[in-house]
């Protein structure tokens, strides 16, 4: 490899390149995008300009990964040409992946050479940064194993070493995983179109990850394993921080995610590849039936609940992250809750904003209508509590276009009668103080997990809703695929600041995914996707959704209930004008 001294910064006035007209470029320049430029002979690993800049001016964040006009590249790729370089590190969404791949690629080694027994399972994320892990053929781990395997993992990373990369016929791989019991990566195999794959190594264990990785063990130096029975959490620090976050406990969480593990072996589709199988074997109808009833089933027990509060619950409270089926959820708990004698009065949380002019603004001076002072909560707790003894209460309406509250509706709540509210603050205490805790019920809901790849290649609940997003707003608001994704960003910052801290006060958590979902949205997402050509805003996210859904073999949108969670986002709802309430 290209030692750092071997670079020339060509910011001196030293010409950069002495070849004379019509001899062939012995060397090539990197510019960075602080306008920094380094030459280095042809074929120079990506890695080495980066270091060197990293000692002129050292990076903010570990670089991880890179983009090179406009593509994401590694940094093991070689530089054949004068380029223009965005280095991206932990804080950038495709440099924490990388991270994080790589990371779990760094625990999967270290377990299988102490214990080689052991199958490892990356399970789901959690709130707090990490993954949730368990082991298959031999019981969980004891916290002094953990320590030890923590230990191997630092002892590699100490070393530095290499993650070799090599692209193998498929035909080979798969033999060489079937050889080694990794059923899970046969079966996703077996339904690839190319005819390689491409495998990283690191001290001699070789294993499919689905995405770019790190060149070596000794970027992965923030991490830390948390013995959480029956398995354990491999924590990593969140996007802007090298720093970990302190272990929190998700008991109503753990508790979704265990419950969907259920789900899947009961229908025995425990993978994407066992999916497909499924698929092919013609078992669509039978895994949409299923998937549907249960859904069916965990809002029939939540509107029971309520009603058997109705002594005392007047109010319920719904919040959860964006594309979370939360408007076919409502109308769909309506049904089940008129099921029990109780009719719901929706009140929206938007007709209570403050004046625009009292509006607070954010860091950028512009109005911030997510923060909770945004809205009038002496207000809204007022007519709440007027609402719920029975008072007759003249509603505000907000006037988007004046940004002033106007004179909205007179209602009264009768004796069989609750009001439902859904926002972005409905899990958030400071919403209602004024409201005693057994008036109310809260609901949070999202879709909390996803079928995996793999056992080591897991799928984040934020892509399945990010597809939901783009296929419901290309059908219903006219916004582009890019113009959806530039946007993600920002409405994921909201739901970490204002909606994720509150989950767990929620009486019930509804899991709004399917496992089937992912192979529906494929038909509808990919042509949106493909829109996005190459060097234009989104490139890199679409490409990636794009490599993602090739796992996926389709299916027929036919088959889909008329009031799933799904027809939210791909249409054909039948309760999209529904409104039980008056």
Known sequence: MLREKELTDTRSPKPTNSVHPGQPRTTAQVRFTDGRIYEAPLGTQLEAYVRAADVDAPWPMPVMAALIDHELRELTYHIERDVAVTPLGMDDRDGSRVYRRSLTFLLVVATQELFPEARLHVDHSVTFGGYYCEVAGRPPFSPEELAAIEARMWEIVRADAPIDKQRVPLADAIAMFRQWGDEDKVRLLSHRRKDYLVLYQLRGVSSYFHGYMAPSAGYLNHFALHHYPPGFILRFPRRSSTELDPVVEY????????????????????????????????????????????????????????????????????????????????????VQLLANGLRPIAVEMDNYFVDRDLTPRDAQGNYDFEVLEALDLKLFNQHLLQLMAGEEVQLPKFNFVSGRREVGETIQLGPDEILLVEGIHGLNPALVPDIPATRLYRIYVSALTQLNIDRYNRVPTTDTRLLRRIVRDARTRGYSTAETIDRWDSVRRGEREFIFPYQENADVMFNSALVYEVSELKALAEPLLLQIEPGKPGYVEAKRLLAFLQWFLPMPIDPIPDNSILREFIGGSNLADFKPWR
């Open 251 to 334: 008991p109503k969480l753990i508790h979704v995610f265990r419950e969907y593990g259920q789900t899947l072996r009961l229908l025995g589709i425990e993978d994407v590849g066992a999916l497909n199988q499924a698929i092919e074997a013609g078992r669509t109808g039978e895994i949409i039936l299923v998937a549907e009833a249960l859904h069916e089933q965990r809002i029939a027990q939540i509107a029971s609940q309520i009603a058997s509060r109705r002594d005392q619950v007047r109010l319920v409270l719904m919040a959860g992250p964006s594309s979370s089926g939360k408007t076919t959820f409502s109308k769909r708990l309506a």
